[in-house]
């Protein structure tokens, strides 16, 4: 009985068998390109890029994706930008009280460009702090933290807290009358947190009062650890995002899956020129402000945080005496608890809305919230130098005596 020949099987040669493969041709310009290869294929032989870069284009998208998915690529953009402008001004910047205020005055007024550089550092915490928010509202309302995802949503929390944390310690670092009321009050309010409010406070102050040791150590703060937590952070994030892949629409839909490029590359691009643009426009149009040098005795100034803040600052100008606690820290503490055990918490199988109503019901009224209280605080905004809240003034007051 005959027996059937088997099929040839195909090898594929990998980097390291081709590096250690001898070829032998007979062609002089194939010989010329084995003696000399070309600078691509020099990097592919020893970093493997273009697989990896491959891999990436070639990665499987399910239908329905479009451009609510382009939210992560645009935070990304827009972090590189922050961490480009914030290495400029750290060339001219120097972290002390005496000098602070100056460094920011000569970045402004005497380095070429300078002003469009912090234009673009400052604008760009906005426009960061908007991106991560709307692409966690996109994850929560689509229930894209359900299994197999839970870590990437963890991760992507940790990662907003970061962020928040860039916002609160770059905010000090002008060291104006704004920068400084507004940090003697934030650092305060971690003083109101049970048992060990005080020595929290003089762990991050430095010291009893906002100074010299507070500016270090914010600077050092958002120069330093932040970078590297949020690097870090990334990193995983990134991973788990290639390993899982992108969560599909909420109703599955028919079709195949469609590589990442060319039209969901294409929505990332024209997502991310259009961001970067605006970004530019802001830098350009509204020029960063910097007021009066910081001084400790004038505490009729009316501290105001960035517009992120300011719902929990209109939170704790409500809260009657005695229950400033539930603002400053029963409230931020719950809803930072309930992002992070929101997977676990969720024991729906469904990622549809109407089916996960009290996650719903429960974050739409949080959203409602800080929402209503933010735009409050926009409305009341006050005039310069007018009068502090009592209770604040009051914090203020024990502060600067």
Known sequence: MARTPLPIKEHTIS????????????????????????????????????????????????????????????????????????????????????????????????????????????????LIVMAVVAHTLRVFFWGSYKKPRELTWLVGVFIFQVILAFSFTGYLLPWDQKAYWATVVGTRIAATIPFVGDALLYLVRGGAEVGSLTLTRFYALHVMALPAALIGLMGIHLYLVRRHHIAGPVLPRRGKPVPFYPDQLFKDAVVQL???????????????ALEAVANPTQVEFAPRPEWYFLGLYELLKIMPSGWELVATFVVPTGVTLGMIFLPWLDRSESRHPARRQWVIVTGIGIILMIGLLTLKGILETPPPHHSAPADLKATKTSDSS
């Open 15 to 126: 980097p390291e068998e081709r590096a250690d493969e001898t070829r032998v041709t007979t062609h002089p310009e194939e010989e010329l390109r084995l003696a000399r290869p070309s600078l691509r294929d020099w990097l592919d032989l020893r970093l493997g890029w273009y697989g990896f870069v491959r891999k990436n284009l070639d990665e499987p998208m399910p239908p329905g994706v479009g451009w609510w998915q382009t939210l992560g690529n645009l935070l990304m953009t827009l972090l590189a930008f922050q961490f480009i402008t914030g290495f400029a001004l750290a060339m001219y910047y120097s972290a002390s009280p005496e000098t602070a205020y100056d460094s920011v005055k000569h970045i402004n007024t005497e380095v070429p460009l300078g002003n469009f550089v912090r234009g673009l550092h400052v604008w760009g915490s906005t």
């Open 274 to 288: 259009v961001g970067v643009g605006f970004l530019v426009y802001l830098a350009l149009a509204f020029k960063p």
